[in-house]
């Protein structure tokens, strides 16, 4: 019903703007695997029926997730190679439950890895404003400065994605979720942080080929203080950022790829003083780099 309620034409314009669209599936709290499965499928025939485009990325209502491996493997059976379900819950209002602020590929019983990745939530809305997780719900105010706080974190010490969740009904206010301040707060923030905001299908994109990309005839010339090395691109990706070390304790001064200066920028992650490079390659590319140290440090 929520598929058919949607306009196709606004759908796409939507799209064209950045905006990420995903199938919703339910049955009931505890479906088995063959009904999770032909639930799966049924939604993702209707979305391609009515959208045109197929789904990438999905989120369960009420984050159902069938048996231990089943699930990540019917989602990318269907098309869906990003799932988002892993979130706070029953005990537990924040943080990442993957392990990872980054998306981490599932890995079935027998230790292979399973075409879906997995890129946890770290809150909802109606798990921090409410107490439906067993948990003294969190004031309006309480909410922001806890966003804040995290997103400060990702961007300026640790190395990964703010990724909360809010239900349009609790923007609009739905009974106790009033939501619609909290929104604006993260949304200034990531503006005053230069964060960028891709779509799950774009990040799952950026993700893909991020992994995809190699580095290769890593050499290191003493005399000259000298790192070299080659980046294979199987597929094009913009923006991708070299993390490259200090050496003795003092950054690189100068890069080039392909032999033309690159902009190198001092990376605050963690504090271990590395320096990065961005670079946009189209597929296929393959450009060599050279990173130099200052003298004394060898």
């Known amino acids: 019903a929520q598929i058919a309620a949607l306009n196709p034409e606004e759908v796409r314009a939507l799209r064209e703007r950045g905006h990420s669209f995903g199938p919703h599936p339910w049955v009931a709290f505890r479906p088995t695997i063959d009904q999770w499965r032909a639930e799966v499928r049924r939604i993702c ?66 230790g292979r890895l399973i075409g879906c990745w997995e890129q946890s939530t770290v809150h909802g809305d109606d798990t921090l404003i409410t107490d439906k997780v067993m948990l003294p719900a969190h ?54 942080l230069g964060l960028p905001a891709p779509g799950p299908d774009q990040w799952l994109h ?42 003795a304790g003092a950054a690189p001064e100068r890069a080039t790829v392909d032999g033309a200066d690159a902009h190198l920028g001092p990376v605050p992650l963690e504090g271990l003083g590395w320096s990065a490079l961005t670079l946009d390659l189209a597929a296929g590319d393959s450009p060599a780099l050279a990173v130099s140290y200052p003298d004394g440090t060898g």
């Open 139 to 192: 004031s309006e105010q309480q909410c922001i400065a806890l966003s804040l706080r995290i997103m400060r974190e990702l961007a300026h010490v640790y190395h990964g994605v703010f990724h909360p969740y809010f239900h349009p009904v609790a923007v609009g206010g739905h009974g106790r979720m009033h939501t619609a301040r909290w929104l604006d707060a993260v949304l200034a923030e990531g503006v005053r």
């Open 206 to 247: 950026f993700v893909e080929a991020r992994r995809a990309a190699e580095i290769h005839e890593v050499a290191w010339d003493r005399a000259a203080r000298s790192l070299s090395f080659r980046i294979d691109a199987p597929a094009g990706i913009a923006g991708l950022t070299v993390l490259l070390p200090p050496h």
């Open 45 to 110: 025939a209707d979305f391609r029926a009515r959208f045109g485009f197929a789904p990438e990325s999905l989120r369960s209502h009420s984050v159902i997730f069938p048996g231990w491996d089943e699930s990540p493997r019917i989602f990318a059976d269907a098309g869906l190679r990003l799932d988002t379900n892993f979130m706070a819950g029953y005990r537990h209002q924040s943080g990442h439950l993957n392990g990872s602020a980054l998306p981490a590929r599932f890995v079935d019983r027998e």
